[in-house]
């Protein structure tokens, strides 16, 4: 027999209720990238990391989500996905009002068939 007293909550309840977030967190989390931002060198004319950021994959053909400040004054921007594999982008439009940016990659593979894919939280947030 379960006791309750004032104030307090059963864990279980607790878990139970809130364990929806570790199951999109696992969902989600493939189509999560990593971007690095660089900046061209005025004295070396050499690419230097400037920032970095994240964003979301939204389509199988290589479109992301991403924020449009990550991407200011920026002269190239890899992107990293969660298996490792690292990719060059192009930017495809911004939006600085929404502070939204679309940016593209060449993907070597497709998204499984069937596979759901979820956009959720702050992209430039990691």
Known sequence: MEHFFA????????RSKYNFIAEVVEKVA????????FRRSPLSNKDIPASSG????VSEDGLI???AH???N?????????????YEATV???????????????????????????IWGFPSVC
């Open 7 to 14: 104030g307090t909550r059963s864990a279980g309840g607790l």
């Open 30 to 37: 493939p189509s999560v990238v990593h971007l690095q931002l």
């Open 54 to 57: 994240s964003g979301f994959i």
């Open 65 to 67: 989500v991403t924020n």
């Open 70 to 72: 990550v991407l200011t």
């Open 74 to 86: 920026q002269h190239r921007i890899q992107v990293e996905l969660q298996s490792g594999v690292q």
């Open 92 to 118: 495809k439009d911004i939006d600085h009002k929404l502070d939204l940016a679309l940016i593209k990659i060449e993907p070597n593979v497709s998204m499984q068939d069937q596979v759901s894919l979820y």
